[in-house]
């Protein structure tokens, strides 16, 4: 079975400094990684996504984040957030099908 | 707005009722896919459609939950006689038509629908 973890359920960060939003999943076979976003009252919205080649992703709004087969992890970095960084963060993935499989969502709350 | 459009977003009924969600695809697109979040949990998937077809609905509850997307109009997410565990975000989401496989495109996602079952 594939799962997807996404430990920290909030993540406080003052205005300016880097977040490193956490993202381990599990697998047996080879699978498509996904950031999305959801502001609040929002739809989710993509934010990067790793399908093959350099394990170093760049997404919108300066986020990227680093796929890590050996330890199955796809973390979320930016190096310096901005109030309108607050938001809920979904982690996702699919082995090839059209049914993703989510994480539980980190809320990043950026503080002024 | 080209989005991916839903409603309500807010519902509100009592055990029992009936409860319908609507979602129109993004323009161009024909694949819709219906999304539920319970509290404190990650989205999960329910159902997949086409026009007219039902192509996967494994994730759908077996009582009380049907979808449909009718050649004209919006997908509809139909939950029967509802009940306090229906309480929930339904997210629906569409894709354009796939030419090839695997599938590692993109979802666009609605705002979402959030059922309160009183």
């Known amino acids: 079975a594939q799962s997807v973890t996404q430990l920290d359920s909030q993540v406080p960060v003052f205005e300016e400094a880097p977040v490193e939003l956490r993202c381990n999943y599990s697998s047996s076979v080879s699978v498509y990684l996904f950031w999305y976003v959801q502001y609040p009252n929002q739809g989710l919205q993509l934010l990067l996504k790793y399908l093959s080649g350099s394990t170093l992703v760049k997404g919108i709004n300066g986020f990227e984040a680093e796929f890590n087969k050996s330890q199955t992890s796809f973390h979320l970095r930016k190096p310096s957030v901005h109030i309108s960084d607050t938001a809920e963060y979904f982690c996702?993935?699919?082995?090839?099908?059209?049914?993703?499989?989510f994480g539980t969502g980190t809320r990043l709350k950026v503080l002024a | 707005n080209a989005g991916v459009m839903q409603n309500p977003r807010h519902l509100v009924r009592r055990r029992g009722q009936e409860a319908r969600l609507r979602c129109s695809p993004m323009k161009g697109h024909s694949h819709v896919y219906w999304y539920r979040q319970l509290p404190e949990e990650g989205l999960k998937f329910m159902v997949y459609?086409?026009?007219?077809?039902?192509?996967?609905e494994s994730g759908m509850p077996k009582e009380r939950f049907s979808a449909e997307f009718p050649k004209e109009g919006p997908s509809i997410l139909r939950i029967q006689q509802v009940v306090r565990g229906d309480s929930a975000a339904y997210f629906c989401a569409s894709s354009p038509e796939k030419t090839r496989t695997p599938n590692t495109g993109e979802l666009f996602f609605g705002e979402g629908s959030r059922l309160t079952v009183l």
């Open positions: 996702a993935l699919t082995s090839g099908t059209y049914k993703y499989i």
């Open positions: 459609l086409q026009k007219e077809n039902i192509i996967d």
